[in-house]
C-alpha cells in the first residue's frame, strides 16, 4: 500500500489553529498549523482536569489549559471531547462513565465562550474520530484505506475510518461506531476496560482494596518489577478488548488497527496480549493487517479536531458523528 499525504480540504486558511483534546484527566492545547501538519505546544500545554471535581472546577482547568496558548481573541476553537457529548449543541451526557459527571447537562461551549478571550466560534469534535483522522493524516494510518481507531484511557473510545471518512453506521462496525457500547458477559466492555476498572481489578485481587488506588501507570510499574498479580489483571483487560474488537476488525475489513491514550504508555505490556487474541482474522489475511501504537499520541487529536474547524462546511462524513 502506497503511503500518500491526504489533501488538504477546500477553505481552509494558512494561519494556526488553536485546539484542545480534553482527556479523563488532562487537557492538552496546541496551536496547529494545517498547512504543514504541525502543532506548536508550551511547557504548559498539559494540565490536570479533575474527572470527579465540580463543573465550576472542571470548566475552570480546560479554561486555564486554553490560555497558556497565548491565542488572542477572534479565533475560532477546536476542541476533541470524549463522549456522551452531544457535539453539535455543545452540551455534555456524562453519566456513569467515571468522570465529568458534575458537567451533565451543562452548555460547555456557554462557558468556554464566556470564558476563553472572545472565541468566534467553538467547534466540538468527537475525541477517537479526532485522533484517528490525525494519525491517518500524518500518523501510523497514513496510508491506509480502512482504519481503525481505539483510545484507552478513562474509557474505550473508538473510529473507524474508510479513504479518511468516519464510518459510524452499517453492519461493518458497531452501533454508532462505538467498541464502548459492546458488551463481555453481558456486562458494558469498558467495565473491564478502562482506568477506573483496571484500577479496581487491581485492588481486588492484591488485596489493597482498602488502600488508595494504584492508577495504571504504577501497576504496569509493578508488573514489570515482577508483580504477577498486576501483569495479569493487564493480560486480561487487553484480552477482553481483543475478543471484543477481533470480530469487527474483520468485518470492517481493516488494514490497521491504531492505539492511543494514557494507557498506552505501557504498551509493552498490553500489546502482546492485544496482539495475541485479535491474532489475524481470515478476512484480514489479505490485507497485511497491523497492530500499531500511535504515532503521534499527543499531536493527532489536535490535528484531527483542527482538520474538522477548518473545513469550510462540516465534512459529510462526520455529520452523523457531531450530531449524536
Request: charge should be positive; charged fraction near 20%; proline fraction near 8%.
Amino acid at each position: 500500500m502506497t503511503s500518500r499525504r491526504p489533501a488538504r480540504p477546500a477553505g481552509l486558511s494558512a494561519s494556526w489553529i488553536p485546539a484542545l483534546d480534553v482527556g479523563g484527566t488532562h487537557v492538552t492545547a496546541g496551536m496547529v498549523d494545517l498547512t504543514t501538519g504541525q502543532v506548536r505546544t508550551t511547557d504548559a500545554s498539559r494540565r490536570p482536569v479533575p474527572p470527579n471535581g465540580s463543573a465550576e472546577q472542571i470548566v475552570d482547568a480546560i479554561a486555564e489549559g486554553a490560555l497558556g496558548l497565548g491565542a488572542g481573541p477572534g479565533r475560532s476553537w477546536a476542541i476533541a471531547m470524549p463522549g456522551p457529548f452531544d457535539y453539535e449543541r455543545g452540551i455534555a451526557h456524562f453519566h456513569g462513565v467515571g468522570k465529568f459527571q458534575s458537567l451533565y447537562g451543562l452548555d460547555l461551549r456557554a462557558e468556554l465562550m464566556a470564558a476563553l478571550p472572545r472565541p468566534s466560534a467553538i467547534t466540538f469534535v468527537n475525541d477517537a474520530d479526532a485522533f484517528l483522522l490525525g494519525e491517518h493524516w500524518v500518523g501510523a494510518a497514513r496510508g491506509h484505506e480502512r482504519a481503525v481507531g481505539i483510545t484507552l484511557g478513562s474509557g474505550v473510545g473508538s473510529s473507524f475510518l474508510a479513504e479518511g471518512a468516519v464510518v459510524d453506521q452499517g453492519p461493518t462496525v458497531p452501533p454508532q461506531g462505538r467498541v464502548d457500547l459492546l458488551t463481555y458477559r453481558g456486562r458494558p466492555l469498558e467495565d473491564a476496560v478502562s482506568r477506573r476498572a483496571i484500577r479496581a481489578a487491581y485492588a481486588r485481587a492484591s488485596g489493597l482494596a482498602d488502600v488508595p488506588l494504584a492508577d495504571v501507570k504504577e501497576i504496569a510499574d509493578r508488573a514489570r518489577a515482577g508483580d504477577l498479580v498486576a501483569r495479569r489483571i493487564l493480560t486480561r483487560s487487553m484480552s477482553v478488548l481483543g475478543r471484543a474488537i477481533a470480530p469487527w476488525l474483520a468485518r470492517f475489513r481493516a488494514t490497521v488497527l491504531v492505539v492511543g491514550g494514557s494507557i498506552t504508555g505501557s504498551w509493552d505490556l498490553i500489546a502482546p496480549p492485544l496482539r495475541t487474541v485479535i491474532g489475524v482474522p481470515r478476512p484480514l489475511r489479505s490485507t497485511g493487517f497491523v497492530l500499531l501504537p500511535a504515532a503521534l499520541p499527543v499531536q493527532a487529536p489536535l490535528l484531527g479536531a483542527a482538520l474538522c474547524l477548518a473545513a469550510e462546511a462540516t465534512p459529510p462524513h462526520l455529520a452523523r458523528r457531531l450530531r449524536r
